[in-house]
C-alpha cells in the first residue's frame, strides 16, 4: 500500500470517527433534554410546583438500556412550593427506577431534602389567609427558636410560636400571644398557626421532616424518605411523551 493511500485512509477514518462522535454527543445531548423535561414534569405533577430537573452524570444513552437512574436532583422555581410562598426546596432522589410496573410508573430508592423559608414567604403565605390580613411583619430568632408576628402597624400586639419536629412531622407551639396584656383572639391564633403548620408540612415523595431550625432569615427543614413508588405519569405528559417518560421508557 502506498504513503497516499494509508494516508487517505487515515483521513478516512478520523472524519468517520468524528462524525460517529458527534452523532453520539448530538443524541445524548437531545435524549437528555427529552428525559429532563418529562422527568420534570412527572415531578411537577408529584410536587405540585414547577422545578428544574438535573440528571446524575451517567449517559442517557445509558440509561435508555437499562432505565436506571442514580440520581435526580430537583430544585423548586422559588415562587411557592405548595401553600407556602416563597419556599424554596432542594432535592435529590437516588436509585431511580423507571421500568414501570404493577404499582406505577418507577420507583425511587431513597430521597432527601434541604428546604428554606424566608420570612418574607412566611408574611405573605399568611396574609394571604383571611385571618392573615393583620399581620404586618414576621421576624425570627434563632437562639430561643421561635417566630414573631407582629399584628396591626404599631407592633403592640405580638404573636410568638416556636415550629418543631416530632415523629416525622413539623408542629407549631405557641409561646406567647398577648396584646397590652390581653389575649389574642383564639381564631387569629388558631389561623396564623394553621397557616405556619401546612406551609411547613408539604413533604413531597413520601419523604418525612428530621430536623427543623430557625434561622436569620427565616426556618431551614431538612427531609429524608425511603422507597418510594412513582405514579403513572400525568394525562399531559403521556399524550406528549405516547405514554412513556420521554425516551427512557
Known sequence: MTQRKRTRLVTISVIVVAALVAALVGAEVYVRNRATTCLAQSFESELGTGVDVDLSWKPVLLQLAD???PSVTLDSDDSAFGPAKEMQVHAVVRNVDLRDTAEGAGTIGSSSAEVDWPTSGILATVQSQSVGALI????????????????????LAELTVRPTVADGMVTVQTVDASVLGFG?????????VEALTSGLQQYPLGMKATSLAVTDSGVRLTLDGG????????????????GSCGVLA
Open 67 to 69: 432505565k436506571q437512574v
Open 136 to 155: 404586618s411583619d414576621v421576624t425570627a430568632d434563632p437562639e430561643a427558636g421561635t417566630l414573631t408576628f407582629v399584628v396591626g402597624g404599631d407592633g
Open 184 to 192: 389574642l383572639p383564639n381564631s387569629l391564633v388558631d389561623g396564623i
Open 227 to 242: 422507597r418510594y413508588v412513582l405514579p403513572e405519569n400525568p394525562e399531559g405528559a403521556q399524550q406528549q411523551n405516547q
